[in-house]
């Protein structure tokens, strides 16, 4: 559905790339996953793509056909969560949603049902100078659902928020992906990429050095162990075997074999910790 070829952007207008020859493609329905540090370069290829910055080298296209930005047809597809709030103070969450919702050519969704959704709706008629920094970032995000998109851009959308609520916004993103849309998250948080994502990226200085999906990265860069509890002599040991290493897993099968075993867990690598492999750099 997405294919990006060849993105660069410089801010300064040089050599010195914020986004640097990036290319990928998106399954419509698909979970994208654009996952880096801060300063990699994240934020900007979103920015890009949905027209807020100047597309300077490269082309986007959308089933086949180039986008432009001047039309109002690609902003009627398109829904943005900014990780950094962007809301009228003066208004209330409900009319900052209904002013939005004025600026569309579609069908747009009720307000209030989509306040309901992120658990705003005793705070309808609240001025938004009077939410906490939690409920900015569930206006926002309520906010870009209000054109039904087909093509969701979301900036760290659970930065900031607590659990219970993290949990809400994410079931909504699997709900979204369901029916149908395509989304474009950004993100450095890996847990919440290794969650919802379909296909990630890891971009690192504006670069992209991997794609694929979360599963192959774990098969390709993990370690294949095995943490196992066992009795021995009347007390618990707790030990990790390797099960590519022929004298590790042969001790693993004499435990097995014995039958004293109390737990046993199969572990596998995190993206974060592919991440730093693949990239040399951690995620703060």
Partial sequence: MI??????????????????NASFQIEKGEIFGFLGPSGAGKSTAQKILTGLLI???????IDGKFVDFKKRDYFNKIGVSFEHPNVYKKLTGLENLEFHSGMYDVKTEDPMNLLRMVGLE????KKASDYSKGMLQRLVFARAMINN???WFLDEPTSGLDPTTASRIKDIIKRKKEDGTTVFLTTHNMYIA????????FINEGEINIIDTPKNLKLKYGKKLVTVEYYDNDRIVNNT?????EAERT???EIINKGNIATMHSQEATLEQ???????RGLE
Avoid: R, W
Wanted: charge should be negative; hydrophobic fraction near 35%.
């Fill in 3 to 20: 294919k990006v070829n060849g993105l660069y952007h410089s801010y300064s207008n040089d050599d010195n790339y914020a986004v640097k």
């Fill in 55 to 61: 597309m300077q080298q490269g082309d986007y296209t």
């Fill in 122 to 125: 005793e705070a309808a008629g």
């Fill in 149 to 151: 998109p087909e093509i």
């Fill in 194 to 201: 290794d969650e919802l994502c379909d296909k990630v990226a």
């Fill in 241 to 245: 075997f390797s099960i590519v290493d």
């Fill in 251 to 253: 001790k693993l099968n």
């Fill in 274 to 280: 592919i991440f730093i492999k693949v990239t040399g």
